[in-house]
């Protein structure tokens, strides 16, 4: 195996479903690897920002408003970006709101409001997606989750619902697809920092490194399931939290 097995040179990657955590580290380091990428969210200035980023990496990159949450948009967003690159060779999801409250005080709508935006968004794309991969018979598709869909939280249910949804629609897909020349993965997000929220000391005690991590630390992840150096790798979740899963 050589290094440029990592490369993503020529490739098109859609980054879908966030605009705040995550889009623009992925982006820039896909574009970085040398991907042309695509960017859906909503409308935002951040969604601009984002492409802007990746675009100074080198790489083409281009930001399509869509509502996530409507799957007629989201297939909008799909042909949108076969019609600029001609392909889809990669799609990141990465759809993260967060919400905490007690069970019993959750109303209908929030609940709707949290699955719809953490969990329904990576279904839509993958759909949307994953009938043009199936047609190509290749393609990487990964999902960006965080830890607490294998873990439970107090006052966390509706958030730790959707992201089990995420992560076993990762482990189905990955079989259904197996012989599709499709891979289907995910990253596992512990504690990160985010723009404008200051740290929580007392929170970052209970991570191994005793730290938060850095949102560039997913798109480096990204860059490597997104590779031909792991067509053998597939219905994977890959931590990054700095060692807070390892805990009993």
């Known amino acids: 195996m050589t290094a440029k097995g990592f490369l993503l040179r020529d490739k098109v990657a859609l980054v879908a479903g966030d605009s705040k955590a995550w889009s623009k580290p992925v982006a820039e380091a896909l574009a970085g690897a040398g991907a042309n990428v695509a960017i859906a969210a909503k409308g935002s200035p951040r969604l601009t920002e984002a492409a802007e980023a990746a675009r100074k990496t080198g790489g083409k990159a281009m930001a399509i408003p869509t509502d996530v949450t409507n799957a007629a948009q989201v297939e909008e967003a799909v042909q949108k970006v076969i019609a600029a690159y001609g392909r889809i060779d990669i799609l990141v999801n990465a759809g993260d709101i967060h919400f905490f409250q007690p069970f019993v005080e959750i109303k209908s709508a929030e609940w709707d409001k949290v699955m719809d935006y953490n969990f329904k968004s990576a279904l839509n794309f993958c759909r949307a997606a ?10 990487r598709i990964i999902n960006v989750a965080s830890g607490l869909g294998e873990r439970g939280m107090a006052n966390g249910s509706a958030y730790c619902v959707a992201m089990g949804g995420v992560l076993q629609l990762t482990r189905a897909l990955a079989l259904e697809w197996a012989l599709q020349g499709i891979t289907v993965n995910a990253i596992g997000t512990g504690w990160f920092m985010e723009p404008g929220r200051p740290s929580d000391e ?7 490194e005793k730290r938060y991590g850095k949102p560039e630390e997913i798109g480096s992840l990204a860059v490597y399931l997104a590779s031909d150096a792991t067509e053998f790798t597939t219905g994977q979740v890959m931590y990054v939290d700095g060692g807070l899963m390892a805990h009993a």
């Not at 994953?130 to 393609?139: A, D, F, T």
């Not at 007392?202 to 191994?208: D, E, G, K, V």
């Open 202 to 208: 007392t929170l970052a005690r209970y991570i191994p």
């Open 130 to 139: 994953g009938k043009h991969m199936l047609e190509r018979k290749k393609g």
